[in-house]
């Protein structure tokens, strides 16, 4: 397959509602599979299609990088419950780069989407899955995480934040 290019905030096709994705179709199902190879080739855990340009309600989502065989395809997605428990967690966006913040989220939802093959499925998560699933539902109602959070900050590897005390000033060496 292939990578696209992905679409950064102050772009206004990530402020737009996204319409029906329809019938699965070869081409539709290009298009995901392309979204996968794009997200993974950016390190992300997900990926909407506005956010390569696409204005359709479908998004792909991989929330443990590491097993590379549950990829999730969600198309036409309706999340249909979400648990009254709520928790705090850090997010980044491939649309808001270099960047993190606190967004509090569900604890756990519910979701329908139609799969690959066209058939529609529900599913639960909870946890990090069900955070990285309301964060892509999110894109395809032209909603950032960057909306929603608190203490929106640079994102630093581990290395870098090595180099800072915990009041931000530099560390000595």
Same mark, same amino acid.
């Given at each position: 397959m292939a990578t696209r290019n992905v679409v950064v905030e102050g772009d206004e096709v990530l402020r737009k509602h996204a319409k029906s994705a329809g019938p699965v179709t070869p081409h539709l199902r290009e298009i995901l599979e392309d +979204? &996968?190879?794009t997200m993974r080739?950016?390190?992300?855990?997900?990926?909407?299609?506005?956010?390569?340009?696409? +204005?359709r309600r479908m998004f792909v989502a991989q $929330?443990?990088?590491g097993d590379e065989a549950t990829v999730y395809y969600m198309i036409d997605p309706v999340i249909t419950y979400y648990s009254d %428990?709520? %928790?705090w967690g850090v997010e980044? #966006?491939?649309?808001?780069?270099? +960047?993190?913040?606190? &967004?509090?989220? $569900?604890?756990?939802?519910?979701?329908?989407?139609t799969d690959l093959n066209g058939e529609r499925h529900e599913f639960e998560f909870e946890g990090f899955e069900?955070?990285? +699933?309301? @964060? %892509?539902?999110? @894109?395809?109602?032209?909603?950032?995480?960057?909306?929603? #959070?608190?203490?929106l900050r640079p994102a630093y590897s581990e290395d870098e934040e090595d180099e800072f005390e915990e009041d931000g000033t530099e560390a000595e060496e």
């Amino acid at each position: 397959m292939a990578t696209r290019n992905v679409v950064v905030e102050g772009d206004e096709v990530l402020r737009k509602h996204a319409k029906s994705a329809g019938p699965v179709t070869p081409h539709l199902r290009e298009i995901l599979e392309d +979204m &996968v190879d794009t997200m993974r080739e950016e390190n992300g855990v997900g990926l909407a299609a506005p956010q390569v340009g696409i +204005m359709r309600r479908m998004f792909v989502a991989q $929330p443990d990088p590491g097993d590379e065989a549950t990829v999730y395809y969600m198309i036409d997605p309706v999340i249909t419950y979400y648990s009254d %428990e709520k %928790e705090w967690g850090v997010e980044g #966006c491939l649309s808001v780069p270099d +960047m993190i913040g606190d &967004v509090e989220r $569900p604890v756990a939802i519910r979701i329908e989407a139609t799969d690959l093959n066209g058939e529609r499925h529900e599913f639960e998560f909870e946890g990090f899955e069900a955070r990285v +699933m309301q @964060h %892509e539902y999110d @894109h395809l109602d032209g909603i950032l995480y960057t909306d929603k #959070c608190r203490n929106l900050r640079p994102a630093y590897s581990e290395d870098e934040e090595d180099e800072f005390e915990e009041d931000g000033t530099e560390a000595e060496e």
